[in-house]
């Protein structure tokens, strides 16, 4: 059973953990695998496009007789063979979306804690603030806690806070409402408030 860190109000680390379910043990890691490819087929820019030689302009009159020449016969010159011409095989708007079950969605976001609670990454805190707005301020929670690269988990924004952790490099701040898989598991670590992994878990 993996546990997660608590800090106190001091952003100390506690004696006491936090204790995530047995069933998140046992959540196979393919859907996150699932979850992350279909996340990342969704922000896809999909702006790569070519006319093929219906949308080309021109070619509306016959280059030359179709006999007579001793050549090939050109038909248009809206045709791939020539410069202008249409493109052959090219890349058109195409959907790239991947469907997943909302079931699996859970899983992925479970699995993603459940990981970062083995490696010893997730923190607990009661709640994240930072009064002063200082940036000073929020690098030194980071400096207790040990950790960069660091995701932070809030019930609600509070606007002093994410202003003092704005400009800290490697740090990002959602709101719950935000959360997903994906982000879970691209952070080497996450401090996330304790009213926001109950509703989780």
């Not at 608590?6 to 379910?21: D, M, N, Q, R």
């Not at 248009?76 to 058109?92: A, I, K, M, N």
């Not at 704005?166 to 740090?171: E, L």
Request: net charge positive.
């Amino acid at each position: 059973m993996s546990n997660a860190v608590v800090l106190t109000k001091t952003f100390a680390k506690s004696k006491t953990s936090y204790e995530l379910p047995q069933k998140f043990e046992e959540i196979n890691s393919h859907n996150l695998y699932l979850y992350v490819k279909s996340y990342l087929s969704s922000i896809r820019a999909n702006t790569a496009r070519v006319k093929n030689r219906s949308a080309v302009s021109g070619g509306g009159k016959k280059p030359k007789a179709q006999k007579g020449s001793g050549g090939a016969r050109w038909g248009t010159l809206r045709s791939p063979l020539f410069v202008g011409g249409g493109q052959v095989f090219g890349p058109t708007k195409r959907n790239y979306n991947q469907k997943i079950n909302k079931k699996q969605k859970v899983l992925a976001l479970q699995f993603a804690l459940n990981a970062q609670a083995k490696n010893g990454t997730l923190f607990v805190a009661d709640s994240v603030k930072v009064e002063s707005g200082k940036t000073k301020d929020a690098v030194a929670i980071f400096n207790k806690i040990g950790q960069r690269d660091t995701l932070i988990v809030v019930d609600s924004f509070d606007e002093q806070t994410y202003l003092a952790f704005r400009n800290v490099k490697d740090c990002y701040m959602i709101e719950k409402s935000e959360i997903n898989a994906y982000v879970i598991a691209a952070y080497r670590s996450i401090l996330i408030e304790k009213a926001v992994i109950d509703s989780l878990v």
